[in-house]
């Protein structure tokens, strides 16, 4: 069995309180994940619940005060400025909103070769690279030529990807890639990524609130709730016969296709509810 690709080992995380005399607030206590190469899993949890800071540490955009993440053999907990100059080229990010993620003033081709011919690449090379990538993530060729907010959300989207791809990284950091996407171009947008993943063999750790989603696309599953990990395992067993009360509840609140099976899922989130709280 190979060595994990990214291993999480006890991670901490404090922030800062807010306001006069606010104490700080640990949103992590001690979470520990593993992915293996080529792998997808999918950190699923409701608002607050510590699932996006767990993405956030390993990109460095936060600061652990404990624990330990370890990528590719290297420690990255407090890498360095340097040191995560140097990751990029292995470790990208797909963020939530396609818009705000890409330079409105640039061209798509740019956006996507800036990072190549910054790595090195000649721009010739980068053309060409840029084309791939187009092709990969299902845009035109002529859409280097475009200026993002010539394109819909989901295909956006599709260039956020395929600058996450640029420069071959192994791992990608999806942050709720598809949540400010209607749900029809959200299948789309997640068959890409299967997609993509099945071609190139890159990592995902993709972060989501939606239960149903992350089932979608992952090969495994992890579940926080309140800064805790309460429940892994693989994708199909966690999202069809979950064991936490609090998997089970977003396991109901999915949302699905036939309307009384929905009725049905509301009426029993509704006795979950009663139950936990002692029918008050």
Same mark, same amino acid.
């Given at each position: 069995?190979?060595?994990?690709?990214?291993?999480?080992?006890?991670?901490?995380? &404090?922030?800062?309180?807010?306001?006069?005399?606010?104490?700080?607030? $640990?949103?992590?206590?001690? *979470?520990?994940? #593993?992915?293996?190469?080529?792998?997808?899993?999918?950190?699923?949890? $409701?608002?607050?619940?510590?699932?996006? !800071?767990?993405?956030?540490?390993?990109?460095? @955009?936060?600061? =652990?005060?404990?624990?330990?993440? #370890? +990528?590719?053999?290297?420690? /990255?907990?407090?890498?360095?400025?340097?040191?995560?100059?140097? @990751?990029?080229?292995?470790?990208?990010?797909?963020?939530?909103?396609?818009? !705000?993620?890409?330079? =409105?003033?640039?061209?798509?081709?740019? /956006?996507?070769?800036? =990072?190549?011919?910054?790595?090195?690449?000649?721009?010739?090379?980068?053309?060409?690279?840029?084309?791939?990538?187009?092709?990969?993530?299902?845009?035109?060729?002529?859409?280097?030529?475009?200026?993002?907010?010539?394109?819909?959300?989901?295909?956006?989207?599709?260039?956020? %990807?395929?600058?996450?791809?640029?420069? $071959?990284?192994?791992?990608? *950091?999806?942050?709720? =890639?598809?949540?400010?996407?209607?749900?029809?171009?959200?299948?789309?947008?997640?068959?890409? @990524? %299967?997609?993509?993943?099945?071609? #190139?063999?890159?990592?995902? @750790? +993709?972060?989501?609130?939606?239960?149903?989603?992350?089932?979608?696309?992952?090969?495994?599953?992890?579940?926080?709730?309140?800064?805790?990990?309460?429940?892994?395992?693989?994708?199909?067993?966690? !999202?069809?016969?979950?064991?936490?009360?609090?998997?089970?509840?977003?396991?109901?609140?999915?949302?699905?296709?036939?309307?009384?099976?929905?009725?049905?899922?509301?009426?029993?989130?509704?006795?979950?509810?009663?139950?936990? &709280?002692?029918?008050?």
């Amino acid at each position: 069995m190979s060595a994990p690709l990214l291993e999480i080992d006890a991670l901490r995380v &404090t922030y800062p309180g807010r306001g006069f005399r606010a104490r700080p607030r $640990e949103v992590l206590h001690g *979470v520990s994940l #593993t992915i293996a190469p080529g792998e997808c899993l999918g950190v699923v949890g $409701e608002s607050g619940s510590g699932k996006t !800071t767990i993405g956030r540490a390993v990109l460095g @955009l936060v600061r =652990p005060s404990g624990g330990r993440i #370890t +990528f590719d053999g290297e420690d /990255i907990t407090r890498a360095s400025a340097p040191q995560r100059r140097r @990751l990029a080229r292995h470790l990208q990010v797909v963020f939530q909103d396609p818009y !705000t993620s890409l330079n =409105p003033s640039m061209l798509i081709g740019d /956006i996507l070769s800036e =990072p190549l011919i910054a790595q090195g690449m000649e721009a010739r090379q980068a053309r060409a690279r840029v084309a791939t990538l187009l092709d990969q993530v299902g845009l035109p060729a002529n859409a280097s030529e475009r200026l993002p907010r010539e394109f819909s959300g989901g295909q956006r989207q599709r260039v956020a %990807i395929a600058r996450a791809l640029a420069p $071959e990284p192994t791992l990608i *950091v999806c942050d709720e =890639p598809v949540s400010a996407l209607d749900l029809s171009t959200q299948a789309r947008v997640l068959d890409l @990524l %299967i997609d993509v993943q099945r071609r #190139t063999g890159v990592a995902y @750790l +993709f972060v989501s609130h939606d239960l149903a989603v992350v089932r979608h696309v992952s090969h495994r599953v992890a579940v926080v709730y309140r800064g805790d990990l309460v429940e892994t395992g693989d994708a199909d067993t966690v !999202t069809a016969r979950p064991e936490h009360p609090y998997t089970q509840r977003l396991l109901l609140a999915a949302p699905v296709a036939d309307p009384e099976q929905q009725a049905a899922r509301r009426a029993e989130r509704q006795r979950a509810a009663a139950t936990a &709280t002692g029918g008050n």
